[in-house]
């Protein structure tokens, strides 16, 4: 019997568990199980670049008509920008009525603001403008390497007759990245396992317990999300919710597991065909959503600043709590599709708000399980995109058994 990659992955993940509980019972180290798991998270950042390159030009460029180009990348913007505001707020408003950083007996004594100088909003904005695109790509700046790539997608798409073999070059080379992607997605569920049974075996449930506010702050955030924004767009495409859910759950199965949304690209990509979004619609959309659409991580950065604020017991005022959604949008934009990366974007939220950067220590422990959650939205939120904007572009195709 061939077990598919999605339930593969999820049985890891509860190995991995069981695994991480054994390994701190009988005293084994955990970190023996570490450099399995950092073997994934290597790979998946040694394709994200190139693969949201390659296939983004070849998505924008697979558009011949640039007003209908133009026409998409609106919609798209309007419904990426306006999904992550709405995110974060959702996720400041339950964290000050869950206030899980309240009472907290967690310890920072002793732990003092490092100083840095947050950087203006002006300079942020101008940084997405890349100096050398060379440069963006080998760093692995990807709002850059986005920007430069939509730019290569545009010119080809507009010299598509005179240029027709260069443009079949980047297909090629984005079927390549996405063989690829599925190739290192065979080890996925080793990197699973050794991830959860490293975070397990090391935190276990010590660190949990004091956290489980944040953790349900962001759940019951993220279930409003889905519901408030995520229900209506799909209904309004026709589709019936059960039937979305089911084609999505690979995707949704492999970002829960792998907290990766890169590792997700591929089949996001499918199943978002098969429930009927247009080709040029779902492959511009879904690599440039990979990087740039993250919900999951807005939610995130508005539960755990208010968090941390609590910690250290900074007042939030409404002017501060504006600031936290509108550099909680710019971090969660700048955030990429692997493990962890809106815990290292969250400082860029912190500085400007003036938390210490330690609050990040404390949050660590849980992140792995912060980050199924956020990494399942962020997907999700992708594919809803894909299937809204197909449909207001008037090429969408219900599926048969929809159509009934
Ligand atoms: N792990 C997330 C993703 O890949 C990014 C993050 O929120 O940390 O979508």
Redesign the pocket.
């Known amino acids: 019997m061939k077990i598919g990659l999605a339930t593969q992955m999820f049985l890891a993940l509860i190995l991995g568990c069981i695994c991480g509980l054994i390994v701190s019972a009988v005293g084994i180290n955990p970190a023996h199980f570490k450099p399995l798991g950092d073997v994934f998270i290597t790979l998946i950042r040694m394709v994200v670049v190139p693969l949201v390159f390659f296939t983004l030009i070849a998505g924008s460029s697979s558009i011949s008509d640039l007003h209908k180009l133009g026409s998409i990348a609106v919609k798209t913007l309007i419904y990426y920008v306006g999904t992550t505001a709405i995110a974060v707020t959702i996720g400041v408003i339950i964290a000050n009525v869950v206030q899980p950083g309240v009472g907290l007996t967690i310890s920072t004594e002793g732990v003092k603001a490092l100083n840095v100088n947050p950087p203006s909003l002006v300079k942020v904005f101008m940084d997405i403008i890349p100096l050398n695109p060379f440069d963006a790509l080998s760093k692995g700046n990807m709002l850059q390497v986005i920007f430069f790539a939509l730019f290569v997608g545009m010119a080809c798409s507009t010299l598509r007759k005179e240029l027709e073999v260069v443009n079949r070059v980047f297909e090629g080379l984005a079927e390549i990245m996405l063989k690829i992607t599925s190739v290192v997605m065979l080890y996925a569920p080793i990197g699973v396992f050794a991830l959860m049974t490293f975070t397990v075996g090391t935190y276990g449930l010590d660190v949990l317990l004091p956290l489980l506010k944040l953790i349900v702050a962001m759940f019951i955030a993220s279930v409003l999300h889905v519901l408030l924004c995520y229900i209506p767009c799909i209904r309004f495409t026709g589709l019936k919710i059960k039937h979305f859910f089911s084609v999505v759950a690979s995707p949704l199965l492999i ?1 829960f597991s792998s ?4 590792a997700a690209l591929s089949s996001n990509l499918q199943s978002v065909q098969k429930l009927g979004a247009s080709k040029p619609v779902s492959t511009f959309m879904i690599p440039l959503g990979n990087t740039i659409n ?1 919900d ?2 807005a939610i ?1 950065m508005g539960v755990a600043s208010v968090f941390a604020a609590a910690l250290y017991g900074i007042d939030l005022t409404i002017d501060k709590q504006l600031l936290i959604i509108v550099m909680a949008v710019l971090a969660s934009i700048g ?9 290292i974007m969250i400082t860029m939220v912190f500085t400007q708000i003036g938390i210490p950067l330690e609050a990040i220590a404390i949050i660590a422990g849980v992140d792995r399980i912060l ?1 199924m959650m ?2 399942s939205l ?2 999700l939120g992708d594919a809803t995109g894909a299937v809204l904007v197909s449909k207001l572009e008037g090429d969408f195709v219900l599926p048969e058994e929809e159509a009934k």
């Open positions: 970002a907290t990766s949304s890169a993250m999951g991580a995130y955030s990429i599709g692997v493990p962890g990366a809106a815990l980050d956020r990494t962020n997907v």
